[in-house]
């Protein structure tokens, strides 16, 4: 139910392919367990995100939100606010030049800015800058709003009923659903010997990233520069200078630090334009940062899912029919994506499928959120495959191996670069000690220990356009320029990395410039576990590009044939006779040049083959059958994600995919209030992310490496959502197995366990 | 007597020559009077240069210098000033860190940061960072320093005495003569009918740009951040990295804005390592700019030249001899250049000797300024022509007519690219009203009229390495990546301008990115009129590479050849049918990719010819015969720089080298105290720069386009030092022409006037 406009960027370049580049085959720093290069600033403070921004003169903004699910606007008076001290600008839908269509690039039906249909709670309704950020807030309590409260649906249900309250011009349904099929299901239905069905939900997730979302907006004449606390400069780029009707030349974005997104930082936001509107009427640069409370109800979150799904399987295990309907809410306003995605395609299978559906309703809207959609299509699917495993007498890892495809079925039967999916399982059960662990004895007693399995793939892997450029310059240090900005995951890091690898310079001497529109060159959004497997062969290739003029450079003076040296750390040497050697420094061609420049681009995808991370996680519960309560007592990741770049921020990514997870499966809901439709749990002492005391001590990652040497220049696939798409579902089909009852609607609370023992003991 | 190193990048950049551009024919943006694209930016205010920038936290410096012309430090008490009040961090020789060498990359013998050993007046004694630079400025006063003062030498003859003070080990000869031959000069002689022979001298100028130099410093961790008012943030980039000992990946310069320089801004300052170092023992950003009369002293000037000059012709004015014998002075620290090299090879000639000598006095230091050098070879060289003429009775255009050059005698007699000289003589003839003006009746009265004229050529017109990037956007906007400074003359309209030409895409539409080593590409340093010719080329051939992108992917769009289309405004066209068209929007393979890149590096300049610059200046004065007193009346610049790339810049580069000129000519003149060694003029009240009432309303600018094809892809040679290398010599060949008397003193005062017409009255 959620967008994936910015994974759909990966089409080749046509104009320049990369260069040919050997798989690496030992590498010195790749791999390697690297500290984070901006460490020391990230924790010293001394990292300047957006949100600390401080401008000469600068004014600060609050957005006045719709209190109601849904509401039109009769009358604004905004009189007494203008009079409030410190105010120096009020924006409404009748100011001039704020009605602007949004969103402009992407959503149909279109709205506006201030639109006067609020069809949730949090749409804008008005803005306010003055001198401090407390004479905004108090203005905005002094500007009067007549509303026409309207009436509001929050369900899918709701949304389809006859004469429901309708959001948008034709209808609640966002679109026809989406149906996939392939085979006959009937007859993979009657060829079963055992079928599976049952229907799930997962509730609905907010994003929660440490800075909240926010822009500071300053212009030079008509130049408009904005810090935006962003995963995507280019994006938002886009976006401003089309909703301003000006030049993406006369618009700077810069992004630089920022403190998570999970991707409700990939677009432009509305408070962007907002603040760039306000500083333009006020001559003045305007920092316009929502509250917490703003972020729970109006940036994005992981919609809510049910989901119905069929299996049939031989006794043997073999799958001879899924089946796998979804239907979901993005909300109030457009938001589409494929939930069944992986039901189709991470296990063979002839006859399928699948069917997707996304109706309106008056609540937040949906946006990318880790993974999305792949989560709670595991969350579905895989607790299915346990209970289709149990319904066979199979372990659950077996059944899974038994099915392991080696193509995309779902994409043309086209084979996968690598698929690490069966070792995943084997490593990761090893690991996890699964044999053991289902071998054990139950123990006595109220605490009840289970273990479960779930496997899992990401569909999307990377691709161009990326474009980095490498400088080297005349001492042997570096510069490294890319577009790309580092969304808490260490992009920074693995990106020097993969420069200091190919130029074997050290990554403190590596300067960054990232993230900046106005210096760095075109990359999509840091998102869809992209970044890696996009950026990462761009910088590769500008750094061999660099290489190949070095080395080029130093055969004129060595007066060897270039195919004979080799860099090898400060030092270009010949490769027959290890004496002959010239340190970098010391290549006068260099000197006269002063600077080498090495431009890489991200060649296209293999053509006719399909780049696919795949990942197997393990959970370990303890189930306390008095109260109800779940504790996560051990996880396991196997991941197959290529090669790891970095491997302490690949093992620090999915740990926080692991506790991603365990927020989905235990204690994350964005609650809304049936009476007024509104969220109330929209802060983070009722919104429940996992704290230290809900994560497990023993987690353990286990990077399964297929060698791919296809996918792109670095072996790598992207690790940062297959880190979180299969661990909820382990921790169900854990739950399952210590207390046997299926939990099929998320988060798993007490209060939910409570009811399902209660259930248990009436069937009992 | 100045240091041209930075015309010595000029090499082949052997990796990447320049794609195969065809001149240009027709042009529909270069050329054309175009207003600066940062005009509002500039005077608004809203431009920010380096001395506005603001800090949080940030500390402001203060150097102490040494009052005396000559001297060493005995010892330093900063106890006292320790104690001020919002004193921070006191600097000399004994802190550590602080013995720094110096000028560390260029200069023998090499000195420190804080040498014991002052060799003039202003030498660096010590530095404070205080928290308002009024404390900083107290706290010096409060440093108590015992020196040793030293005798001292100011001139030439008084530094190669026997037994006078030594600045520096080796003795004040900087190097042996350097001496240049060609022929036989005393057979040219022999058979000249007509020899001319005279000494003449040109006063030291300060370059008084309007910005001060100076530089913020700020360290996060161990990378360095310097805001610097340069010509060059590459050369500054270096120096710093090579003081502090640091990575250069370390260490980031960025310019951006600056108020001028003239050359005195093209290396790096020991302020800015001040700054650097105070700003790391503080751990705070530290501003460090220099008071007006630092600037006058301490940041260099055009050295003093004494240049005895002989000229042998023929009746008919064929030169058979040219002899050019230069000594000076760069002042207390090493700098030199060849003053005699326009005397070699402006004019055709068989028999040639110069010489060039440079020695240390106890002055401050040359620095180059705009032409270094050649302004007082003109001055000689040309009176001298002048002087020859009326021996021969010639005019003394014609004189200069009939010894026209087609090739460079001094470089081997390679041919020139292009030379316009004699155009220039013709056209500004023309222009001026030569021949009227000579024919005239001499008016009476004690206001003599006169004429004069002077040819010139600038001894280098740029060359690589530069590299330069352009960005198309998706909506066929525009950014422009260069490291080159703006430093006053219109770097960006006419950069914009090349990419506008190529691509069709309007100067509004085109963002800039420049002068900053973190984020742009690297180049020389702007000066030496090198960048228009050595970065133009760069940006036309990445604007180039954009376009062939850019028709590449329509091509594939329009299903039509890519040789058949051509990009026209912001459409692609075909040059068959011109029906067939998209527009640059509507290219879907952009849309795609987002940003197309172009990266282009200025090629190797043509092999075998020398690409040259020519001016020819014509002077209209009134000379008061009873008061001395000399009006310049009217000036005509006839230009030989190639095409022009903006007229409109052109021609005000080339009325500020004619108001320069004026300044050579008429009024400025750095006066050292002989009882104490010290400037008695360090100010802007007595040192004379020509003010609005100096300058004649009736300047014009001639621009004779030579139509060179092989300069570079451009066909542009460089503007800013040939637009006044012969202004001043233009002038005193007018006085001569309208008194009788011939200045050989530069400036042309008042009182130096009336004790010519006392001599003259003498001889009577």
Not at 97 to 111: Q, V
Not at 658 to 668: F, S, Y
Request: hydrophobic share 40%.
């Amino acid at each position: 139910m959620v967008e994936l406009y910015w994974l759909q960027g990966a089409v080749p370049e046509t104009t320049k392919p990369s260069p040919e580049m050997p798989p690496w085959k030992e590498t010195a720093v790749v791999g390697k367990r690297v500290p984070r290069v901006d460490g020391y600033d990230r924790v010293s403070g001394s990292a300047v995100y957006p949100r600390d921004i401080l401008l000469p003169d600068m004014l600060h903004a609050a957005i006045l939100r719709c209190p109601h699910a849904h509401a039109k606007v009769k009358k604004i008076d905004v009189s007494a606010a203008e009079k409030m001290p410190g105010v120096r600008a009020i924006l409404t839908a009748q100011s001039p030049g704020a009605d602007i269509p949004w969103f402009p690039r992407r959503d149909k039906p279109s709205t506006s800015i201030f639109d006067q249909h609020l069809r949730c709670e949090g749409d804008e309704v008005a803005a306010v800058a003055a001198d401090t950020l407390l004479q905004a807030q108090d203005a905005l309590k002094a500007i009067k709003v007549q509303y026409e409260e309207l009436p509001f649906v929050l369900s899918v249900e709701e949304a389809l009923k006859e004469g429901a309250p309708v959001l948008h011009e034709g209808g609640n349904r966002v679109a026809p659903p989406a149906v996939y099929e392939r085979g006959d299901l009937k007859k993979g239905l009657s060829e079963a010997d055992a079928v599976v069905e049952r229907t799930y939900t997962t509730a609905c997730e907010i994003h929660v990233p440490m800075e909240v979302h926010g822009s500071v907006a300053k212009w030079d004449g008509n130049r408009l520069t904005v810090w935006d606390s962003t995963q995507g400069v280019f994006a938002v780029h886009e976006t401003v200078a089309e909703a301003l009707k000006i030049p993406m030349a006369n618009v700077r974005v810069i992004g630089h630090y920022m403190g998570g997104g999970f991707g409700s930082k990939l677009e432009c936001g509305k408070y962007t334009i907002i603040a760039a509107l306000l500083a333009k009427v006020t001559a003045r640069p305007v920092k316009l940062f929502l509250t917490r409370e703003e972020t729970f109800t109006m940036t994005g979150n992981r919609p809510p899912n049910k989901m119905s799904v069929r299996l049939g399987a031989k006794k043997d295990g073999t799958l001879t029919a899924i089946e796998f309907l979804s239907t979901g809410t993005g909300g109030a306003y457009p938001a589409s994506a494929t939930t069944s995605f992986m039901a189709t395609d991470l296990y063979l299978c002839p006859n399928v499928k699948s069917s997707d559906e996304n109706v309106f309703t008056n609540a937040g809207r949906a946006r990318p959120f880790r993974a999305p959609g792949f989560p709670q299509c595991a969350w579905a699917l895989e607790q299915a495959m346990d209970e289709l495993a149990a319904r066979l007498g199979m372990d659950p890892v077996e059944l899974r191996l038994k099915n392991i495809p080696k193509t995309s079925q779902r994409r043309g039967n086209q084979p996968y670069t690598s698929t690490g999916l069966a070792d995943c399982l084997r490593e990761g059960a090893k690991a996890f000690g699964w044999n053991e662990a289902r071998a054990r004895k139950k123990p006595d007693g109220p605490v009840k220990k289970g273990f479960g399995v779930a496997a899992s793939l990401w569909g999307y892997a990377g691709g161009p356009p990326s474009t980095v450029i490498v400088k080297l310059f005349s001492d042997g240090s570096v510069n490294l320029n890319m577009g790309a900005a580092d969304i808490g995951t260490g992009t920074k890091t693995f990106m020097s990395m993969i420069v200091s690898e190919e130029l074997g310079v050290p990554l403190e001497k590596i300067q960054i410039e990232h993230a900046d529109t106005g210096t760095t060159q075109y990359t999509a959004p840091s998102g869809g576990s992209k970044t890696v497997p996009s950026d990462g062969p761009a910088a590769r290739a500008a750094a061999w590009e660099v290489k190949k003029k070095l080395l080029a450079l130093a055969a004129e003076e060595m007066k060897l044939p270039v195919e004979e040296l080799m860099l090898s750390g400060a030092e270009i040497v010949s490769t027959k006779d290890s004496t002959k050697k010239l340190a970098v420094k010391a290549v006068k061609g260099l000197e006269r040049q002063q600077v080498l420049v090495g431009v890489g681009t991200r060649g296209p995808n293999p053509e006719g083959k399909i780049v696919t991370p795949f990942a197997v996680h393990f959970a370990e519960v303890e189930v306390d059958e008095r109260t109800g309560e779940v504790r996560v007592t051990r996880l396991v990741a196997a991941q197959d994600s290529g090669r790891p770049m970095n491997r302490l921020t690949y093992d620090c990514q999915v740990f926080g995919g692991l506790v991603m997870g365990i927020g989905l499966a235990r204690t994350e809901e964005r609650v809304l209030d049936r009476q007024t439709g509104k969220m109330v749990n929209a802060n983070w002492h009722d919104y429940k992310i996992p704290t230290a005391l809900d994560v497990p001590v023993d987690q353990k990652v286990v990077a399964v490496d297929p060698g791919d040497t296809e996918c792109n220049a670095t072996g790598a696939k992207g690790i940062g959502e297959p880190a979180t798409i299969a661990t909820a579902a382990a921790i169900a089909n854990a739950v399952a197995d210590a207390v046997g009852v299926r939990v099929v609607d998320s988060p798993i609370t007490p209060i939910r366990m409570s009811q399902l023992f209660r259930e248990r003991q009436k069937k009992g």
